[in-house]
């Protein structure tokens, strides 16, 4: 699950670094993407070793969270563009995938 997330989430992140930059700042535009690729990071080690790492499984639900949630949101008030909702889709339910994963691994 975490390893499988790990990488389509830089498969996904990877090409934002060389498509034009969206009207924020670009630390702002930056700033997220290099977050969310150490995210993948975190993720791999996890996959790696579940039990040990069973403690970070929350970090990485919360990770999902804080992108899906409000991207739904800003959809919902018509803010964003539609298209982005498959991706905050696609981390709504890795989100849950983690938090299954969580509650199925030993403590």
Do not use: H
């Not at 390893?3 to 034009?20: M, N, Q, S, T």
């Amino acid at each position: 699950m975490f390893r499988g997330a790990a990488i389509y989430g830089v498969l996904a992140l990877l090409p934002l670094y060389f498509l034009p930059m969206p009207p924020v700042s670009p630390e702002t535009y930056y700033g997220f993407i290099g977050c969310a690729l150490v995210f993948q990071w975190l993720f791999w080690m996890i996959g790696g070793d579940p039990v040990k790492y069973r403690p970070l499984m929350f970090a990485a639900v919360a990770e999902k969270l804080v992108f899906s949630l409000p991207t739904l949101g800003l959809i919902a008030a018509g803010k964003t563009l539609p298209v982005v909702g498959v991706f905050a889709i696609m981390d709504l339910l890795l989100g849950a995938g983690f938090l299954i994963a969580r509650n199925r691994t030993a403590a």
